[in-house]
Each structure stands twice: as C-alpha cells, then as structure tokens.
DNA sequence: TGCCGTATGTTGGCTGCTGCACAGACTCCG
DNA sequence: CGGAGTCTGTGCAGCAGCCAACATACGGCA
C-alpha cells in the first residue's frame, strides 16, 4: 500500500468525486497536499480507540468502515468509494477512529495526514463546507439503512447494495465474495448465495468465485428497494 | 406548547445535560438566548424538507425522529433527550430537517432561533467544539444501533430502550405505550407485548396503560444487550 | 499429480417475527 | 349509563432467516 505516485497521474486515473464538488482552484489546492496511494484488498487503515494517522479520498478503491459485536461476524455499517472520505471526523474536532476501517475493494486512493487536512480546512472555507454537508448526508444515509435493515427483505437489500457498489466503483465488474456481501447485510452467507442465485438466474448480475458483474442495471433497479435511490438523492440533493 | 416562561425557572425544573458540558460563564450566556417551552404529546417540531425554525434543548421532554418508509409504519430512528439537541444540523450549515420530529415525552424543553444559535455558534467557539462532539457520538450510537438491529432479538433490545429512556427522563416513572416501543425498535407491537411481559413477570417493569415503570434496574441492565452500554459510554467518553 | 485453501451451492430442522384477527380492560365523554 | 376510543393480551398460520453440516468447484503450490 505504500508505492507512492506524484498526484499528477490522478489526471489518468480518474479523481474522487467528492472533492469535484470544490472549484477548480479549492480543488487543485487540495489534490497539491495529498499523494496518491495503492490500497490492496484487506488493508487496515484505523482500529476502533486508535488515533487516525491519514485521511483518504478514494480514487477507485473501496473502504468499509466495520463495528465489532460479540457473537457475531463484524457487520460494515459504512463503506467509503469513490463519492466519499474516510476520516471526516476530523472536520469536526474528533481525532479517534471508532470503528475497524477496512480496505474491501482494492484500488487507489488519495491521502493526507490529519494536520494538513487541519491546514486546508482553515485555508479553504470550502472545504468545511464540504465536509460538513457530507457528513450531514452520512447521518441521513445511516438513518435510511437502519430503517431499511429493520423492514426490508434480504434480496432487495443485496440489489441496492450491489448498485451503490458499481456507482462507487465505475465499472460493471468488481472483486466482492458472498462473505463480504453477508457482512455488509449483516447476513449469512448463505442467504447472499440464494439471493445472488435468483438474481444470476433473471440474467440481472453474473459472477464466479468473487468477481461480481452488473448485466441489467435496470432491471437490478427495480429489484432493489427504493432505499437505495434515497441515499443517492441525498447525496445529490446535499453535494451534487 | 406556547406557554412560555423566564429561564430563571430552569433551576427548578433541572436542566439539559448537553449544555451541561459547557463551562458556567458559556452556559448562562446560551441559556440567555434561549426561551422554556412546553412540549405536548405528538407536537410536531418538523417536518421532512422542511427548514427548522427553531433548535430544542429538550429538559425533561423527549422528542424522537422518525423516518417514514413506503408500506410501513415511521421508524423512530433516535431520539433527542436532555442528554441531546435536536437541530444539531445547523451546526453543520444545513437549515433543512431531514426525519419527522415528534415529542413522543411532553415535558420542558429550551429553545432558540437558528439565527441564534449561529450567533452564539461564531461567539462560543465551546458550543460550537461542543456541538460537533455530539454530532460525532449521534454517528457512533447511530452505527451502533445498527448493528443491534442487524443481530439482536427484541427482548433485549427492548430493555436497552427502556433503559436509554430511562437515564433520558431521570424518573422511574414515564409514559410511553406498546405502540410507541414498537414504532422505536421497528417491530409489531405484539412483539413488545410479550417481550414487556416477560419483564413484568420478572418484576424488572411494572406499566399500565402506557405508563410505564422501573422496579429493577440492575435487573434491566442484565437483560440488555451490550449496545446500551456501548452507547452510553461513546457519550461519556465523548462528552463527559 | 495430489493436496489445501477459498468460494460457492444445497439441504433440513428450528426459531423469531410477521400478518391477521379478536377479546378484555380502562378512560373519556355525552 | 352506554358508547367510542385507546391500550393491552392471545392465538394461529406462514415464512424469512438462523444454525449446522455437507458437497462441489476452482486455483495455487509442492
């Protein structure tokens, strides 16, 4: 995770969707005091008590943010993409990870340390502003999954989950097993296998041993329940 | 809900244990600009889409926010007591509320303007420290619920909700009916039925037609799954 | 070639919660 | 006093997801 490139190859790898809500001159002076990280697959970036040591803006990669429950698998409540920042709870004053924060799509990303976020933020009003407004929108996604793991079935759940994967990720194949789908639900692997089968079956999605490919968008759409949309509306209506 | 009152009567009715947190000098200068409300049973404080007109510091009141799903019942997502703040978003810059805000506990509460609070937010850089270490526990807790409603069963998350009301309302005594624990935990009220029945067997709650109380709160605390702990410790790390 | 680890598919019994329906009890009110 | 509304207790069929166990398939490696 540690072979560093000049961020001026972000230009051929595509950029973090959230900092493309900066102006141009914000935005470049941002990108000047990151650097550009490889993240492979299973990479821990912050341990619940531990102080954070960087933040980072997801290029292509994904992190998911895990909490630890006795007797049961972790569950990962969050994941960080393409669209998000891992760490914003810097922005407002917290210098302590809570939660197991695990690399779960392998890819790049950007990254600083916690101090020159400190400087950017006084430098770039922004940026807080940014920052804060993404961080109302994670409250208001949070509030929308808990109703949605309360009242919504298992294979509606994986549909949307699978379509904020390929928005995260930008391409229609991705490195995800059932068992890392089962911690995002909060499910057994087996109840992700049968999903994921009747969904291989309707020629929605086809995958083998782990590498997940979208076939009919659309039509995942209509399996997925409406959670999904209103995450993506709040985050447009919020940031875009 | 209009029967209003000096702040010089906070000192019988107690205080919010949010502003607690603030030294002497920055406290009286916010309880100044605040006004003491009543809140009734069912007020509605906002509405979804809808911008706030005013942030609560509830006393001895509890407000919950609610989310509304398509062919269900609203979900109560959380719930602010005098350990919290409804219309903390303003504090990020977003005057929009997101959730239904009910009183679902009448009682006192204190209120300001938004254009108060950030006049008070640029005067007091503590409220405003303060502030974004509660939006930070409200995320934590947040997850943490989460992960109980992905795993645990009603029993015991029942009893960790009798418990945060509980500490919330200061009193052993409260009112709240099956209905409204149904609608907090996102099951049926029969649910609740049984499950508070068991308690009432085991002598740890006593209720009656929506009152309901405490007899055994060890006991309680025995019945409850680590996540009220966890939660209340996220606050007092945080904030005490 | 054979072995091991990982990923996926399938089965059967069990439990907890759901959906629906109804009955008893208390309160308010005309 | 009677009726309407609210709150609570119960009963039963159905199912989704749980637990445990086992079978298959693929890839890497010695």
Do not use: W
């Not at 959230?18 to 492979?40: I, K, M, T």
């Not at 407002?92 to 916690?114: D, F, I, K, W, Y």
């Not at 391409?171 to 109840?191: A, Y």
């Amino acid at each position: 995770m540690d072979s560093l490139r000049q961020p001026a190859v972000i230009a051929e790898t595509g950029t973090n969707r959230l900092l493309l809500a900066l102006q141009l001159e914000d935005r470049e002076h941002v990108l000047a005091a990151c650097e550009v990280v490889e993240l492979a697959f299973g990479d821990v970036l912050g341990e619940p008590g531990r102080g954070r040591t960087q933040v980072y803006f997801p290029i292509d990669s994904v992190i998911s943010e895990l909490v630890s429950v006795r007797d049961h698998e972790n569950l990962a409540v969050t994941y960080v993409g393409s669209e998000g920042m891992l760490g914003v709870e810097l922005a407002l004053g917290v210098s302590t990870c809570h939660l197991h924060n695990v690399v779960h799509g392998a890819g790049t990303a950007l990254r600083m340390r916690p101090a020159t976020l400190y400087r950017e933020l006084k430098l770039l009003p922004a940026l807080q502003t940014l920052l804060f407004r993404y961080i109302h929108v994670l409250r208001a996604q949070l509030t929308q999954a808990l109703a949605c793991t309360s009242f919504h079935a298992v294979d509606v759940r994986l549909a949307g989950r699978l379509l904020a994967m390929h928005d995260s990720i930008g391409e229609d194949s991705f490195h995800l097993t059932q068992k890392l789908l089962g911690q995002m639900l909060g499910v057994r692997r087996v109840g992700i296998s049968n999903a994921a089968g009747v969904f291989q079956e309707q020629q929605l999605i086809y995958y083998s041993r782990g590498l997940i490919t979208i076939l009919d968008r659309p039509g995942l759409e209509n399996a997925a329940c409406g959670c999904y949309q209103i995450g993506q509306d709040l985050y447009d209506g919020i940031l875009g």
